[in-house]
C-alpha cells in the first residue's frame, strides 16, 4: 500500500464525514429529528450533500486506487486532493445556494474521470504487455 493514495482516501472519508456532522448540525439546528429527512431547506441541503458524495465515493475511492497501483500514487494523490477540494467547493456552494454547485461539482468530476480513465487505459496497457 502506498502511503500517498491511505492519506488522500483518508482525507476523502474524513470529508465524508464532515457532510455527515453537517448533517447532525443541520438537525440539531432546525429541530429536525430523525427519522424525519425533510422540514427545512438546510437540513434537505445537508442530506443531499451527503447523499451526493457517498454516491462518488463509489466511483472515485476504487479509481483513485486502480489509477495510483498503475500509474503513479503521487500523482493520483494530487487528484484526489482535487476531488476532496472540489466536493468542499460543492458543499460550500449547495449549502449557500443550490445553483451555486456546479463548479464544485465539475472539478470533482473531472477529477474522477481522469482517475477512471487512467485505471482503465493502465489496465489494458497492462494487458498488451503480458
Avoid: C
Avoid at 28 to 55: C, D, F, W, Y
Avoid at 68 to 86: C, E, K, M, R, T
Amino acid at each position: 500500500m502506498n502511503p500517498w493514495t491511505v492519506l488522500t482516501s483518508v482525507l476523502a472519508l474524513l470529508f465524508y464525514f464532515s457532510t455527515s456532522a453537517n448533517v447532525a448540525r443541520q438537525r440539531h439546528k432546525h429541530a429536525i429529528l430523525a427519522p424525519a429527512m425533510s422540514g427545512h431547506p438546510s437540513v434537505e441541503r445537508a442530506l443531499r450533500v451527503q447523499g451526493n458524495t457517498l454516491e462518488w465515493l463509489v466511483i472515485f475511492l476504487p479509481s483513485l486506487w486502480m489509477f495510483s497501483s498503475y500509474w503513479s500514487p503521487l500523482v493520483g494523490a494530487a487528484l484526489g486532493l482535487v476531488w476532496v477540494i472540489g466536493r468542499a467547493l460543492y458543499m460550500a456552494g449547495y449549502m449557500r445556494d443550490v445553483k451555486s454547485r456546479a463548479a464544485g461539482f465539475g472539478i470533482q468530476l473531472l477529477a474522477t474521470f481522469v482517475l477512471l480513465l487512467g485505471a482503465a487505459i493502465g489496465a489494458a496497457r497492462a494487458l498488451s504487455i503480458s
